[in-house]
């Protein structure tokens, strides 16, 4: 409207409260997300190694079940740390594939398209915007990840009892702690990398190349130096000894090796890397993720 007509007047309405401002972009983000039908369906069928975990905690406790599927009891898994960590490591996995999807275009769009003034121009800080995008990974890996495990150790622990629940409440914290660092590691990345690719297909194909290159080169060392140190630079590596660790079960590592014939030569008994090393390379790498998008998201850029 023209100036001079002075017919503006100021917005008397309720205010959006400052710290949730950055939600908007995950109300909108998750919409677009579920609007195609084929991730749709991918995502519903994350949900299924969680429908087998119910199924046999739920066998454990029924006795005419068993009977009815001639079951012995003594033939399902324990329940027990390694099983919620088995559950864990294989939703993790479906876990990366839905941050391999969505991950990439949330901050390349917006840098390919120059949206970022958009958002800058309103009271909306680089951080908000940021934890904004990431917010839509977070919601997204939470609710197939650590939620529905912390849901199933409950009724674990409803039909086992209240002394099964407090002996093993350790293990709770052990699915959530791994949980969210696997969740903020490939949130971290994937934003990273769109920011740096600004292209979908280029993004996607680095954040694959990421997990899987290194993780060959690590091994190739380890093969040719008989060591397990060379799993340092292999983030599911890492990953992989942080879980062990808080769920009880990194060990030490029996490798065989044989000559070139094939036949057996000497059998060596290699450990991993001390767990610290694998927490600070995990932490490295999310500071690392942190100073880049703090360089690349701005409201502008200098281009010389």
């Known amino acids: 409207m023209a100036v001079y007509e002075l017919t503006y007047k100021q917005y008397l309405g309720k205010l959006t409260p400052e710290w949730s401002r950055f939600l908007v972009i995950p109300r909108h983000a998750l919409k677009d997300v579920f609007k195609s039908k084929l991730f749709t369906a991918f995502f519903v069928i994350c949900f299924l190694p969680l429908l087998v975990e119910a199924i046999l905690i739920y066998l454990h406790h029924n006795v005419s079940a068993l009977a ?54 309103r009271p909306f800080s680089r951080t908000e915007y940021v934890l904004g995008k990431m917010s839509v990974l977070l919601i997204l890996l939470s609710l197939m990840t650590w939620v529905p495990q912390l849901l199933l150790f409950a009724f674990q622990s409803y039909l086992e009892g209240a002394t099964w629940f407090v002996d093993n ?58 060591t397990r140190y ?41 450990t991993e890397p001390p767990l610290w090393i694998s927490w600070f390379v995990l ?18 850029e200098v281009v010389r």
């Open 283 to 300: 932490f490295l790498i999310c500071a690392f993720c942190l100073a880049l998008l703090s360089w690349k998201v701005k409201a502008y």
């Open 68 to 121: 009815i599927l001639q079951v012995n009891v003594r033939e399902l898994l324990p329940i027990d740390n390694s099983f919620f960590q088995t559950f864990v490591n294989l939703q993790g996995g479906f876990a990366f594939f839905v941050a391999l999807l969505v991950g990439p275009p949330l901050v390349a769009r917006d840098l390919r398209n120059n949206a970022l003034p958009l958002y800058l121009c």
């Open 169 to 226: 409440l350790w293990i709770a914290g052990a699915i959530f702690i791994s949980s969210v660092v696997w969740i903020l590691l490939l949130a971290l990345l994937s934003q990273a990398i769109s920011a740096l690719v600004k292209w979908r297909v280029v993004a996607s194909a680095a954040l694959l190349g990421l997990f899987f290159i290194p993780s060959v080169f690590g091994e190739v060392v380890n093969q040719l130096f008989r």
């Open 230 to 270: 060379g799993s340092i630079i292999s983030i599911n590596a890492n990953i992989r000894n942080v879980t062990a660790g808080l769920f009880g079960t990194f060990e030490k590592v029996t490798a065989i090796v044989t000559d070139f014939d094939g036949e057996f030569a000497s059998q060596l008994s290699l």
